[in-house]
Nanobody, 120 residues
């Protein structure tokens, strides 16, 4: 069982910055991927950014250049630095981890989410 606990959300003015954190209960390097998703009101959950165990990062095209994903392997913590925030970034942000169970299967874990509200 893997636990993911997000923190760092809040209300921020347009153009401001926030850094989200996700504390994981396991060795973050043993996860296939860890990342961030978000879900805005009335919309589907979407990928924000992810990072593989090997360090390869993947971003939603619309967020490249403003958001940066990183991790601290010693603290087993994932981060999302969000700059130049816009009102449309308002959403609940979820931490996600895909963990290998067997040679041919894996399991997805989710945090409880942290809310980010951008004001104009």
């Amino acid at each position: 069982q893997v636990q993911l606990v997000e923190s760092g959300g809040g209300l921020v003015q347009a153009g401001g910055s926030l850094r989200l954190s996700c504390a994981t209960s396991g060795n973050i390097l043993r996860f296939n991927t860890v990342g961030w998703y978000r879900q805005a009101p009335g919309k589907q959950r979407e990928l924000v950014a992810a990072i593989t165990s090997g360090g390869t990062t993947n971003y939603a095209d619309s967020l490249k250049g403003r958001f940066t994903i990183s991790r601290d392997n010693t603290k087993n913590t994932l981060y999302l630095q969000m700059n130049s925030l816009k009102p449309e970034d308002t959403a609940v942000y979820f931490c996600h981890a895909n963990v290998r169970r067997t040679a041919s299967s894996s399991y997805d874990y989710w945090g409880q989410g942290t809310e980010v509200s951008g004001s104009s």
